[in-house]
């Protein structure tokens, strides 16, 4: 798409969003999308813009799936209630949702309306006069739109009777501000900076009613002085929203508020609030909310009731106390220190503690979403790399300058050294970036880059004056010129945009990236880079800093900034239109990691553009930490499946050799412990071979003798299944596990290899032969390519298949990839009524919400257990593009169905109190000791 398309298709979304806004329209479709492209096109000035191809790259943008949220609730003793609700009097959801059409496609909406309307029907029902408390947790994506849901929740709950809404927005200001501006824009409807000038939904319908008792300035928090001034009826009038950050003496204040109004006392003497039922949102639930105190339970499990909680979490539960009818609903990304928290912690003071017991909520990110799966290319079968990652380590020369800079470890009393190249690189990609946006038409968007290098604030304002003082220079030499040709910054944006953009496009157009534009002719970027480079801020968001990240002032222009910072940039601010992010800031927690990925979110039109410049190690920490929470969502959803209670079913988290899911601290009532896991049902691949040639010419021979053994038992490879495609590949069936096990032992797996080894594989199939009778009987494959280096196999030809190496991994001797499987690969064996069988087990892709033209892997192994398939083992010959080895790489993947009664093996878990409670006399689960030592 030519720039001049790209500026009509921004002019089209802002007709679309005027059109919906005005309620001229109900819902969008094709004819009114080609109707305003055509009027953007005459606006433009354009006589030759292609209609048809605007409104196909339209609607593909509005096509957006989202899959309903999963849900774990305990029913006892709560009855539905949001269905029953007359909605005709309903004031604040209905413009609410009207203002989120104008920023999000409809099918998101659609969802965020379903969603929250069951997560209102599982809170408490605000007409019933006798006392209720409901606990609950929400469980999103890292950026991905927590904010609008419970925006919308606080609507519906409001018109269905909540008289008050506290939402616990964070620890820092910046988040707070952040989070009431949005509170004003989707429930207020007006600013809250002393205006009143209305704003978001009060545009859309100004005669709605609320109270803010908070403010969007930096002291407009619930301050000593508010509190004593503060005086409305609570249980009459408008519903009142309070915005409040997880700050001691803004929630002393809160409370003694409360207390001061309450009209009633309880059987114990404390003032309680009966008549009025109160919502409250806790934003980052994981975030300070949790006690870090240890709490002791006597072996009865009763716990200790003159137990002291930490600050923070006592006066939220203090708060909660006050309110006789209340629901607490706790919202994050990273749910695993909410799950660690005690299910039956509570003290005389400040009573029950916060553990999720009567509902879990994990919601589904939309198909536009990049998440962490998607960034660290894991998302599918097949090895994606990572396009838009760039380590800042990967050379000697890099490294060094990173470490005589800033160090991974390193003290507040640090010297920097001289900013690095990489950083420059990054600075001058940010300007090309924001000069392609422009010439997109997104003219007015705001463009962010991020630097977060350092907690210590002394250190980023060091690193704020080093990029302050580049991008001086940038300037000079973009509008002034250089004195020298040879050392021209032209020339190295040039390289940099041949080097980098151009190919990193292309191969994005080629993957069918959603969220891309077309590129610019360099000259037209050239022109623009003097004007971008002088518009750029820079700004210090810290603890000492005066700056103010004030994105809402800049709203009809737009601003382009580098934010240096640390914690203030590590939990839910949002940082609109992020394209470049340097970061080389370590943590050992799981949750803090994952929430300083501010770079995740939605990058509609300029996804392309986006970096990630990081060190390799901490690339392998996302990595591990992306396949960890996607775990845990999974587990959520199998939980779902089953039907379970949040209270009945322990989650586990995967555990890493040097991550921890959070701080030790919240995790004093988990434990690490060695569960004992099966290969049944799963597909074991190896992903680290050796590149020794003595190995690799042992692993060949081994290979060579397996199948022709196989050729000499049972004869000739099978014919290939006929409805689908398997490219030079060969299989058997019905071979005795004697010939896989004599081929097993010979193999020679690489030292590096935990889980997906043949002596593991040998030991774990000869006990279920023994104790089951299962496994003795087996499939073999040899999976074959188009492409590659043909070698003979035992007489076969078969084609060395290509597997790059995984990039976040250390290589060091070996060779390592992310996947050696498709899920195709492993339904070789499988008839084509069999395929069918599977593909009917699960006939929607869960993002796309697209058919699925094969089955999944779980799926297949369902069908490959209740048909009674043998397992299957799958033989590859992997090639990387640099490796130049004469003899293959030979690399093995099994396929094992499932059994009810497969033997187990042990993997270390981190557990909460729920799991250990439930497994108490399970004398399998053998506790370990620090999780540092695993």
Same mark, same amino acid.
């Given at each position: 798409?030519?720039?001049? *398309?790209?500026?009509?298709? !921004?002019?089209?979304?802002?007709?679309?969003?005027?059109?919906?806004?005005?309620?001229?329209?109900?819902?969008?479709?094709?004819?009114?999308?080609?109707?305003?492209?055509?009027?953007?096109?005459?606006?433009?000035?354009?006589?030759?813009?292609?209609?048809?191809?605007?409104?196909?790259?339209?609607?593909?943008?509005?096509?957006?799936?989202?899959?309903?949220?999963?849900?774990?609730?305990?029913?006892?003793?709560?009855?539905?209630?949001?269905?029953?609700?007359?909605?005709?009097? +309903?004031?604040?959801?209905?413009?609410?949702?009207?203002?989120?059409?104008?920023?999000?496609?409809?099918?998101?909406?659609?969802?965020?309306?379903?969603?929250?309307?069951?997560?209102?029907?599982?809170?408490?029902?605000?007409?019933?006069?006798?006392?209720?408390?409901?606990?609950?947790?929400?469980?999103?994506?890292?950026?991905?739109?927590?904010?609008?849901?419970?925006?919308?929740?606080?609507?519906?709950?409001?018109?269905?009777?909540?008289?008050?809404?506290?939402?616990?927005?964070?620890?820092?200001?910046?988040?707070?501000? &952040?989070?009431?501006?949005?509170?004003?824009?989707?429930?207020?409807?007006?600013?809250?900076?002393?205006?009143?000038?209305?704003?978001?939904?009060?545009?859309?319908?100004?005669?709605?009613?609320?109270?803010?008792?908070?403010?969007?300035?930096?002291?407009?928090?619930?301050?000593?002085?508010?509190?004593?001034?503060?005086?409305?009826?609570?249980?009459?009038?408008?519903?009142?929203?309070?915005?409040?950050?997880?700050?001691?003496?803004?929630?002393?204040?809160?409370?003694?508020?409360?207390?001061?109004?309450?009209?009633?006392?309880?059987?114990?003497?404390?003032?309680?609030?009966?008549?009025?039922?109160?919502?409250?949102?806790?934003?980052?639930?994981?975030?300070?909310?949790?006690?870090?105190?240890?709490?002791?339970?006597? !072996?009865?499990? &009763?716990?200790?009731?003159?137990?002291?909680?930490?600050?923070?979490?006592?006066?939220?539960?203090?708060?909660?106390?006050?309110?006789?009818?209340?629901?607490?609903?706790?919202?994050?990304?990273?749910?695993?220190?909410?799950?660690?928290?005690?299910?039956?912690?509570?003290?005389?003071?400040?009573?029950?503690?916060?553990?999720?017991?009567?509902?879990?909520?994990?919601?589904?990110?939309?198909?536009?979403?990049?998440?962490?799966?998607?960034?660290? %290319?894991?998302?599918?079968?097949?090895?994606?790399?990572?396009?838009?990652?760039?380590?800042?380590?990967?050379?000697?020369?890099?490294?060094?300058?990173?470490?005589?800079?800033?160090?991974?470890?390193?003290?507040?009393?640090?010297?920097?050294?001289?900013?690095?190249?990489?950083?420059?690189?990054?600075?001058?990609?940010?300007?090309? %970036?924001?000069?392609?946006?422009?010439?997109?038409?997104?003219?007015?968007?705001?463009? !962010?880059?991020?630097?977060?290098?350092?907690?210590?604030?002394?250190?980023?304002?060091?690193?704020?004056?080093?990029?302050?003082?580049?991008?001086?220079?940038?300037?000079?030499?973009?509008?002034?010129?250089?004195?020298?040709?040879?050392?021209?910054?032209?020339?190295?944006?040039?390289?940099?945009?041949?080097?980098?953009?151009?190919?990193?496009?292309?191969?994005?157009?080629?993957?069918?990236?959603?969220?891309?534009?077309?590129?610019?002719?360099?000259?037209?970027?050239?022109?623009?880079?003097?004007?971008?480079?002088?518009?750029?801020?820079?700004?210090?968001?810290?603890?000492?800093?005066?700056?103010?990240?004030?994105?809402?002032?800049?709203?009809?222009? %737009?601003?382009?900034?580098?934010?240096?910072?640390?914690?203030?940039? !590590?939990?839910?601010?949002?940082?609109?239109?992020?394209?470049?992010?340097?970061?080389?800031?370590?943590?050992?927690?799981?949750?803090?990691?994952?929430?300083?990925?501010?770079?995740?979110?939605?990058?509609?039109?300029?996804?392309?553009?986006?970096?990630?410049?990081?060190?390799? *190690?901490?690339?392998?920490?996302?990595?591990?930490?992306?396949?960890?929470?996607?775990?845990?969502?999974?587990?959520?959803?199998?939980?779902?499946?089953?039907?379970?209670?949040?209270?009945?079913?322990?989650?586990?988290?995967?555990?890493?050799?040097?991550?921890?899911?959070?701080?030790?601290?919240?995790?004093?009532?988990? &434990?690490?412990?060695?569960?004992?896991?099966?290969?049944?049902?799963?597909?074991?691949?190896?992903?680290?071979?050796?590149?020794?040639?003595?190995?690799?010419?042992?692993?060949?021979?081994?290979?060579?003798?397996?199948?022709?053994?196989?050729?000499?038992?049972?004869?000739?490879?099978?014919?290939?299944?006929?409805?689908?495609?398997?490219?030079?590949?060969?299989?058997?069936?019905?071979?005795?596990?004697?010939?896989?096990?004599?081929?097993?032992?010979?193999?020679?797996?690489?030292?590096?290899?935990?889980?997906?080894?043949?002596?593991?594989?040998?030991?774990?199939?000869?006990?279920?032969?023994?104790?089951?009778?299962?496994?003795?009987?087996?499939?073999?494959?040899?999976?074959?390519?188009?492409?590659?280096?043909?070698?003979?196999?035992?007489?076969?030809?078969?084609?060395?298949?290509?597997?790059?190496?995984?990039?976040?991994?250390?290589?060091?001797?070996?060779?390592?990839?992310?996947?050696?499987?498709?899920?195709?690969?492993?339904?070789?064996?499988?008839?084509?009524?069999? +395929?069918?069988?599977?593909?009917?087990?699960?006939?929607?892709?869960?993002?796309?919400?697209?058919?699925?033209?094969?089955?999944?892997?779980?799926?297949?192994?369902?069908?490959?257990?209740?048909?009674?398939?043998?397992?299957?083992?799958?033989?590859?010959?992997?090639?990387?593009?640099?490796?130049?080895?004469?003899?293959?790489?030979?690399?093995?993947?099994?396929?094992?169905? %499932?059994?009810?009664?497969?033997?187990?093996? &042990?993997?270390?878990?981190?557990?909460?109190?729920?799991?250990?409670?439930?497994?108490?006399?399970?004398?399998?689960?053998?506790?370990?000791?620090?999780?540092?030592?695993?």
């Amino acid at each position: 798409m030519s720039t001049e *398309q790209d500026t009509i298709l !921004s002019v089209t979304q802002m007709l679309l969003g005027s059109l919906i806004k005005s309620r001229r329209i109900e819902s969008l479709t094709p004819e009114i999308i080609r109707e305003q492209a055509t009027i953007a096109a005459t606006l433009s000035g354009a006589t030759d813009a292609n209609i048809d191809a605007l409104v196909d790259e339209l609607v593909r943008r509005f096509d957006v799936f989202v899959q309903r949220a999963g849900i774990l609730i305990d029913d006892d003793a709560h009855v539905r209630w949001a269905r029953d609700v007359d909605r005709q009097a +309903w004031q604040f959801w209905p413009r609410c949702r009207t203002y989120l059409q104008t920023l999000l496609p409809a099918p998101v909406v659609d969802t965020i309306d379903e969603d929250t309307d069951r997560v209102l029907d599982l809170i408490g029902d605000p007409r019933i006069v006798a006392p209720w408390d409901r606990r609950g947790l929400v469980v999103g994506e890292v950026q991905f739109g927590k904010t609008s849901n419970y925006a919308s929740l606080a609507c519906k709950a409001a018109d269905s009777g909540y008289k008050i809404i506290i939402i616990l927005a964070g620890i820092h200001e910046s988040l707070r501000m &952040q989070t009431q501006i949005r509170m004003d824009e989707a429930f207020l409807g007006f600013r809250t900076d002393g205006s009143q000038a209305l704003t978001g939904v009060g545009l859309l319908d100004p005669s709605v009613q609320a109270i803010a008792a908070t403010a969007r300035s930096q002291k407009g928090d619930f301050n000593k002085i508010v509190a004593e001034q503060f005086v409305v009826p609570l249980d009459s009038g408008p519903p009142i929203l309070l915005v409040v950050k997880k700050n001691a003496m803004m929630l002393r204040n809160l409370h003694a508020w409360l207390e001061r109004i309450a009209r009633s006392t309880d059987a114990a003497g404390h003032r309680v609030i009966s008549a009025v039922p109160a919502l409250i949102i806790d934003d980052e639930s994981d975030n300070a909310s949790v006690d870090t105190s240890e709490q002791s339970f006597n !072996s009865e499990r &009763q716990p200790d009731l003159t137990h002291r909680p930490t600050t923070i979490n006592e006066l939220i539960r203090k708060i909660l106390a006050i309110f006789e009818r209340k629901s607490y609903v706790g919202y994050t990304a990273t749910p695993f220190a909410n799950i660690f928290i005690h299910h039956e912690g509570a003290t005389a003071e400040a009573d029950k503690d916060l553990f999720p017991k009567n509902f879990i909520v994990n919601l589904h990110a939309p198909s536009n979403y990049f998440g962490p799966l998607r960034a660290f %290319g894991l998302e599918g079968d097949e090895p994606s790399p990572t396009q838009l990652i760039r380590q800042i380590d990967a050379s000697d020369d890099d490294a060094g300058q990173l470490r005589a800079w800033i160090p991974a470890k390193h003290k507040q009393a640090l010297e920097p050294g001289p900013m690095p190249d990489t950083l420059r690189r990054a600075i001058l990609s940010f300007i090309i %970036g924001c000069a392609v946006r422009k010439l997109r038409g997104q003219v007015t968007d705001h463009n !962010s880059m991020l630097v977060h290098v350092t907690r210590f604030t002394r250190l980023q304002s060091i690193v704020f004056d080093q990029i302050e003082e580049a991008l001086l220079r940038f300037r000079r030499r973009l509008r002034f010129g250089d004195t020298s040709a040879d050392d021209s910054i032209l020339v190295e944006m040039r390289s940099l945009w041949d080097s980098d953009f151009v190919p990193t496009s292309l191969l994005l157009q080629e993957a069918d990236e959603p969220d891309i534009g077309e590129l610019p002719d360099w000259p037209l970027v050239e022109s623009m880079l003097a004007d971008v480079a002088t518009g750029i801020r820079v700004k210090q968001i810290n603890g000492l800093a005066q700056d103010v990240l004030d994105y809402d002032s800049y709203r009809e222009e %737009g601003i382009d900034v580098i934010v240096v910072g640390g914690d203030k940039l !590590s939990r839910g601010l949002t940082l609109p239109g992020l394209s470049i992010s340097y970061f080389t800031r370590q943590t050992d927690m799981y949750d803090t990691l994952l929430q300083m990925g501010r770079w995740f979110g939605y990058r509609n039109g300029y996804l392309d553009l986006c970096r990630l410049y990081t060190t390799w *190690q901490l690339e392998r920490a996302f990595t591990h930490i992306a396949v960890a929470s996607d775990e845990l969502r999974r587990e959520f959803d199998y939980m779902v499946d089953i039907g379970a209670k949040p209270i009945d079913y322990g989650l586990k988290v995967n555990a890493h050799p040097v991550l921890a899911p959070t701080s030790s601290n919240k995790r004093r009532h988990a &434990q690490n412990i060695i569960l004992y896991s099966s290969y049944a049902g799963g597909i074991s691949e190896g992903k680290s071979f050796s590149l020794d040639p003595l190995v690799l010419d042992h692993n060949k021979r081994a290979l060579d003798i397996l199948v022709e053994t196989i050729r000499r038992q049972i004869g000739e490879p099978l014919a290939l299944p006929v409805d689908r495609s398997y490219p030079g590949s060969h299989f058997w069936k019905g071979l005795p596990w004697t010939t896989v096990r004599q081929f097993l032992d010979a193999y020679k797996a690489q030292k590096t290899s935990t889980r997906a080894r043949p002596d593991l594989w040998v030991r774990y199939v000869d006990r279920q032969i023994a104790a089951n009778g299962e496994l003795a009987t087996w499939n073999v494959a040899l999976i074959g390519d188009t492409s590659g280096i043909l070698e003979n196999v035992g007489g076969l030809e078969l084609r060395r298949r290509k597997r790059e190496r995984d990039g976040a991994i250390d290589q060091g001797d070996g060779y390592r990839i992310k996947r050696l499987v498709t899920t195709r690969d492993a339904a070789i064996d499988l008839t084509a009524e069999e +395929w069918q069988s599977a593909l009917r087990l699960d006939p929607v892709h869960r993002v796309t919400g697209k058919s699925r033209t094969e089955p999944t892997a779980r799926a297949l192994s369902t069908v490959r257990q209740t048909a009674g398939i043998n397992p299957l083992l799958m033989i590859y010959l992997p090639q990387a593009s640099d490796i130049s080895e004469i003899t293959p790489v030979v690399g093995l993947a099994i396929a094992f169905p %499932g059994s009810d009664r497969a033997v187990r093996d &042990q993997v270390v878990y981190t557990v909460n109190s729920v799991y250990q409670a439930g497994h108490r006399e399970d004398e399998e689960d053998e506790p370990l000791g620090d999780f540092e030592a695993v």
